[in-house]
């Protein structure tokens, strides 16, 4: 067994730091002002809970949640990338994966850039690593692995939990408080505050994907290859598809399929070194352009271009994870693309055997007045435990929509189709539907409500999402 020291680039002297600060998420929308303190340590956290006042308290990491579930009008917000100690990694003897222990705000990024020189990967990722852990538990992240996979929370062995009586509780997936674990996985940081936790790592031999990508005409076609039986030979998978393609075209598609390569399926020059992290950031874009830049007509000159960039047929391809997986984690700060007036990214899931519902929401989008350049689209596996987490067998699309008059009517239409063909919205992407959507889409939203009004029955841990939701009582 491999262990490495405990790492941090904190200091024990360090204090905590509280200012007034306006907070949007990822997206840019719907800025609130709220006391902010920078945390390094638990016993910070639990000196804050005991001062939270009565507009509550939440949780925030790097930011990178879309919506305003890292916001709290009037409030308090705990800044915890502070907590940013790694205690221990270890791979398994056997070869079988390893584990980490970690402190919450820990980022992705991180992770994986301390895991690899030990021969394990983070099991699940998504589009970006900017990520903290505490944030990836509280919205149990999916990646393009789920149906290999699963999300996130599969993956948590323990965590320990700052809970609003002032203690702190270890959860395990199936110990005696694993209701609390399971309503924490995908809770949005409403159960309490995760300070630390144990992550299950997989066993790779590189840090490189061998990639397949199949160029569709359009959505039938990549449904088609999704279905065929052919995913179960790749690990990860995921297409960009076209929003702004209409007839014969409509949803044309690049589909990206692969697995972590092994040694030998490396060329030469990468076998010295399989384990070395090569994901450079390349441009950090400035705040300076205008809201209407990304319209309709610039978003469909990119999407034209984007397609027919791809190959029709290529197989083999060794990739790094920028390339394959986490393209915009080259550019810092891309949302500022937008303007000041931001987006919208959309996601939801319907059901599988809702294929033609799935095929009207891309035709009503196609045809509507609001384009989008960055679409994702992926088949999701089963689900978890957890009554919050939002994957299960079905379809899924995000879309990134610039915010413009008429907007909101066309998401609306949208969430009447979602919902009524049985599927539900995205809680971390979520910025602008009602309480209502979510009941509909979240049957289990009364058993998560019991165990966290259970564990927090003053209603210490709140947010701007879950007043808005009435995912917590006023």
Request: proline letters at 6%; charged letters at 20%.
């Amino acid at each position: 067994m491999s262990e490495t020291p405990s790492t941090s680039v904190s200091r024990p002297e360090e204090r905590c730091r509280t200012e007034q600060r306006a907070l949007t998420g990822f997206g840019r929308t719907a800025p609130t002002i709220a006391r902010v303190t920078e945390v390094h340590d638990a016993s910070q956290v639990l000196d804050a809970l005991r001062s939270a006042g009565p507009r509550g308290i939440t949780a925030r990491g790097l930011g990178r949640s879309y919506g305003d579930p890292a916001q709290n009008a009037g409030g308090h917000v705990l800044d915890m990338t502070g907590l940013n100690r790694i205690h221990s990694i270890s791979a398994n003897p056997d070869g079988s994966g390893g584990s980490v222990t970690l402190d919450a705000g820990v980022s992705l990024d991180t992770l994986m850039r301390t895991a690899l020189p030990f021969g394990l990967w983070v099991p699940v990722l998504p589009g970006t690593r900017q990520v903290t852990i505490g944030g990836a538990i509280a919205a149990d992240v999916h990646g393009k692995n789920h149906h290999s996979s699963g999300s996130f929370g599969n993956h948590v062995l323990a965590m320990s939990l700052a809970c609003a009586d002032g203690t702190v509780r270890t959860l395990t997936p199936d110990g005696p408080e694993s209701e609390l674990f399971w309503a924490t996985i995908g809770g949005m940081g409403l159960t309490g505050i995760v300070l630390r936790a144990t992550i299950a790592l997989h066993s790779t031999e590189s840090a490189y994907f061998v990639v397949d990508t199949d160029r569709t005409e359009n959505l039938d076609e990549l449904l088609a290859l999704l279905t065929d039986g052919s995913e179960d030979r790749y690990s990860y998978s995921a297409a960009w598809f076209d929003t702004t393609s209409t007839g014969a075209a409509l949803g044309r598609a690049v589909l990206t399929r692969g697995s972590l390569a092994k040694v030998d399926e490396l060329p030469k020059k990468l076998q010295g070194q399989p384990l070395r992290f090569s994901a450079p950031q390349l441009l950090k874009f400035p705040d300076v352009f205008p809201s209407g830049l990304a319209n309709p007509l610039t978003l469909r000159a990119f999407s034209e271009l984007w397609w027919r960039k791809a190959p029709k047929r290529q197989r083999g391809s060794v990739q790094n994870i920028t390339a394959f997986y986490q393209t915009l984690d080259v550019f810092a700060d891309w949302n500022r693309v937008y303007g000041r007036r931001g987006f919208l990214q959309y996601q939801f899931i319907v059901p599988l055997g809702a294929e033609e519902t799935f095929r009207r929401i891309v035709e009503v989008i196609a045809h509507s007045d609001h384009a989008s350049g960055l679409n994702v689209l992926k088949r999701f596996g089963p689900g978890n435990e957890a009554p919050l987490s939002f994957p299960a067998p079905g379809w899924t699309i995000t879309v990134d929509f610039p915010i413009a008059p008429g907007l909101n009517e066309l998401c609306l239409k949208l969430d009447e189709m979602v919902l009524d063909a049985g599927g539900r919205h995205y809680l971390a992407k979520e910025s602008r539907t009602s309480a209502e959507a979510i009941r509909r889409g979240y049957p289990r939203l009364d058993e998560w409500r019991k165990t966290r009004d259970a564990a927090d029955p003053e209603g210490v841990f709140t947010s701007d999402l879950a007043r808005r939701l009435e995912l917590v009582a006023p």
